[in-house]
């Protein structure tokens, strides 16, 4: 994909010499679900698929980055990443309310993650003075506590009331550690690393990276403009041909847009992953749950009988689930296998959304 | 005994049998294997033939001190009555490496450090990778159960390049699946639906092409254990709470797990003892509740014709706790003590001494070298020693 200053220059001639210049970044079926998987953690609604067709990543990128439901997933995943989950996961309101406030411009990523530290979920989820520090040191800042186990000592007797100088700086208190921690220019440096590896899913490059890192310690309010600058690179392009596993959260969250046509609940989601989370392999369980949602009332799939062009039917699936058409040797074995008598129009949807590619998009 | 005679002169302590029905269950358990004490010491090579063919390792983990374990045997009557019939180890040396690292040790032999929240894989393999690569275990061969929900399912295998994935075990957290609310989520769908053979026969096609044969995935093996799960959400797992629920939950799994698929290594990883950072008389309930729901499986175990002359049990904690209690009256662990440092090893089985106590140090990363040893293979990579003196 080409960066957006030349994208005009991708047009075609649509007749009497008028011509058409294609958006940067033309939303394509594959683009469109990668985009809002990256953004929203599922795929986009019919009406959302229908919104966005042919128009441009750009304009996807001004209605989406930075919006409260863009945030509440970024939250999430910060939540995931701490572990602060189930029982774990915060209810306090100053915690809740992140998303909004983030949308508001009310607050930055790190007082955001600042507030979560805070929280009283993070403390009993890392109950004592070893585990808690410990934790703040290893998930703030990426420190292997064992080789700075001097550090880990002043912070333990910092937690319990005690004095110390902790990375540099005085500390009296639990949360003066915390608040050292946070100001520490490594917790930028794992931000950003963090995120950029989730969504590019490579290294970022390293000149690239000391500008980002340089740009958040100088403004932390800027951090959005990096995910844009990333959307907007050759590597997002890349990522596209990277697949990888989807996180159970995102799964479920695909699979009830893509057969209800809806987001999950909050209940759904979260027993959902919980479950799914709970095996090394969710493949079984994924399988188990796919038929439960596909063979559901709410499913309102169309009844064999109804589907008069059976490859176009299959094809379009394919487009709306993978964001691709099937090759020939897929349509030819998709529509025979439908022709056989127990083969029912969920079967076609359970083998695409149990398979690896609908799991790693 | 002190420790630093029995380090020097290899002596043991033989301790006597509890009481006469302890007596004649070890009797009738262990058959020939009687002769433990006049074996003591004798190093048990590779190549021997055991009658071990399945095995039980128990990370009785979350952080559990030897003062509530075997310093007050009334809180564990099973382990205890295991450890009569068995090997005791009283001095396993740990390493504080947080709950995740400490417990991955266990599996790989290899003490490095992880974080406590790290929620990927590590880079040694395990025991599960080695008895599956180079034993030639098959995936529903190698389980873990666990009750420490998303981060554990790393111990199914690690990040090596000639292990990883593609060798690893099925772990499976009961608190995640089998609880209530998913139960209710599931019966909201609606009813499971039988599939007939010519629908599966037509998946299995659609699978195929579209897998073009990248994921290697045994499609009867996942039904199998989808199938699994169906059943044991009616069974009553889900059902369980109170304390020590999830702990508790992983080990009926792995009850049933060993009841159904039969594997030949079964890995338990317990986690809610950790509640003794702020609840002391919580954690000892605990330990309680935990060696109950053991005593079931060992009971089980023993009651099944199939298992009990073939199979052997090894558990220890990670790690742990403080000497003294926190300002909350309860225990953390981080003060470099002893009681958080050493820990005990229970060994019973039909390949093990009986009614042996080892005051000798040994590691926890001793127990991976020597349960991939009693499968015929190797645990390459990893820097513990095979502990030989706990062979009869």
Known sequence: MEPPNRAVRTSKIVGDGVTEAKPFGELTPKRIRAAFLDLLGRPPLRAERDKWAGKGLVALLDDLLGGEAFWTKWLEKQLYYFLLIDNFRPRAERVESIPADLTEGRLHVRDAIHRVVLSSSFNQRNPGADTFVTVVMEQLLGIVVQKQTRELEIGKAAYDGGSGLFLGEVVNSQSDVVGVAMGDKRFGQGLIDREYQRLIRAEQNKGERRDAIRAFEKDEFTFIDHYRKWFLSPEWEARLGRPRRTTNRDWVSSLLVDVYDRLPTPSESRRMRDALDGLSDPTPLKGLLARLVLDSQEAKLPAKEDIENVSKWIDQKFLDLLGRSSTDEEAAVFTGAFREPDCRPATILLAIVTGGEYQSQ | ?392
């Open chain 2, 1 to 392: 005994m002190s420790e630093s005679k029995s380090k020097r002169s290899g002596q043991v302590t033989r301790r006597e049998v509890l009481g006469a029905g302890l007596a004649a269950a070890s009797c009738l358990q262990l058959g020939g294997l009687g002769h433990a004490a006049s074996a003591a010491g004798r190093t048990v090579g590779p190549s021997k033939e055991f009658k071990t063919k399945h095995l039980v390792l128990v990370a009785f983990a979350g952080g559990v001190r030897s003062r509530e374990t075997f310093g007050m045997p009334t809180n564990i009557p099973y382990m205890r009555a295991m450890a009569d019939e068995g090997v005791l180890f009283n001095r396993t040396r740990t390493s504080n490496l947080g709950h995740f690292g400490a417990a991955l040790s266990v599996f790989t032999g290899i003490s490095e450090a992880r974080g406590i929240r790290e929620n990927a894989r590590g880079p040694d393999p395990t025991l599960f990778e080695y008895l599956r690569k180079d034993g030639g275990l098959s995936q529903n061969d190698v389980w873990i159960s666990t009750s420490g929900g998303a981060q554990q399912t790393n111990y199914s295998a690690s990040s090596h390049r000639d292990y990883g994935q593609k060798y690893g075990a099925n772990v499976l957290d009961g608190d995640g699946i089998f609880n209530a609310e998913f139960k209710d989520l599931l019966a909201n769908f609606g009813k499971m639906r039988e599939v007939p053979g010519g629908e599966t026969d037509a998946l299995r096609k659609m699978r195929k092409v579209l897998d073009r044969g990248k994921s290697g995935a045994d499609p009867d093996a996942s039904a199998r254990v989808e199938k699994y799960i169906l059943e044991e959400l009616t069974r009553g797992t889900a059902n369980i709470n109170g304390p020590a629920a999830g702990d508790r939950k992983a080990i009926r799994v792995a009850r049933n797990l060993i009841a159904i698929f039969k594997p030949k290594v079964t890995g338990i990883v317990l986690q809610n003892a950790d509640t003794a950072h702020g609840d002391f008389n919580g954690y000892v309930e605990v330990i309680r509740q935990n060696d109950a729901a053991l005593g079931e499986l060992w009971e089980s175990v023993k009651a099944d014709p199939d298992l009990r002359d073939t199979t052997s049990f090894v558990i220890l904690p990670e790690f742990g706790r403080d000497r003294d209690l926190n300002t909350r009256r309860g225990l953390d662990h981080g003060d470099g003590s002893d009681d958080l440092r050493y820990v005990t090893t229970t060994c019973w089985g039909p390949d093990f001494k009986s009614g042996v106590e080892y005051d000798t140090e040994i590691d926890t990363i001793d127990v991976a070298p020597t349960v991939t040893s009693m499968f015929g293979t190797k645990a390459a990579f990893s820097k513990g020693k095979r502990i030989s003196k706990m062979f009869a």
